[in-house]
């Protein structure tokens, strides 16, 4: 494998840019030189780096061509095997195949390997609204115009306020299975692109940008997703799998309980993650067990610990911090970093056969360092996330890259 240190992705993407309407190339071209290691718990606390300056020209390059893309939500998109309405959610799981030996009857699994002919039009509509509507916020962020801030506003109010286009607040079909399944709970990963949404609507709400009314039926819309995530069949089957399907889960509770001032389940977020997610996702040593036995391992070790990292960024506060917080037989999030930066910094070093997909488009800018160089005082991993892409033309990986605006996540 070649080693991803110094990457320059200007090439045109048409696949996906085609399918997702995105309007322009959202590979970036950034190498940046590299900053002398320093010992973790300096003395002296690192500064973070300068993001405005450093995403300013990827961040306006994309909100800039999202300004004359119009919101398109599910409705635009019928589901015609469905068991729902125009209104509901609808995708269909991505490693099942027809059965070439049972043409017509229920389909097959192949790990790893994803379906082209499966429907994935409400997926891509999901995917677009959560890669433009936090660019959008981003740029707005950056720049305080309003015309970002009109065009983010006008996609929140298409997907969850108005009455012809919104998606009900429920994943009940989603990853549906043909012949087996009209829905299960492995599908509300789907939604997990909607945490960096609701990262973007603090952002507005801090800043004074959303109406009374809007801000209310937006809360009330994720308020209802919360209800329907902690207490239906499907949510109770997603909170309790035991790879990254139950990382994102909890990351989805987190997100949206922040945003709708629910201490209650950010306390039981919290609790979870220390006595649930520690010891069920990590080895002694700090590696992804469930992840590694994947076909895809490098892209799920590194997929997990972007939700593991996102829920430490969310969850921890004074007192209680998440990035230093061990397990009583020592597991933590600072040795899982520990175990995979290595081979983020080399992927040549990778000790397992490579992904049977994309295997060449990993790694990307993770948010896991940018949070981890801050949290844990390791400049390192920050000179090393500098490093990398922040854009991806390539459908896998944007399904499995869900934090694309760290302006975002930096008060």
Known sequence: MRRVIQMSRCKPCLTLVTALGLGSCLASSLTFGAQEQMQAGAATRIQPPDLAALERPRVLRAADADLVQAPQTITAFPAPRSHGGLHDFYSEGDYWWPDPGYPGGPYIQRDGMSNPDNFVAHRRALLRFAVQMPALTAAWKLTGERRYLDQARAHLRAWFVDPATRMNPNLQYAQAIQGRSSGRGIGI???VHLVEVARAIDVLQAGGALPAGERAAIQAWFSEYLRWLTTSKNGQDERDAKNNHGSCWLLQVAAFAHLTGNDALLAYARTRFKTVLLPTQLALDGSLPLELKRTKPYGYALFDLEALGALCRILSRPGDDLWTYTTPDGRGMATAMAWMVPFIRDKRSWPLPPDVMVADAWPMRQSSLLFAGQALQRPDYLALWRTLPGDSGVEEVMRNFFIRQPLLWTD
């Open 189 to 191: 990963i789907d939604t």
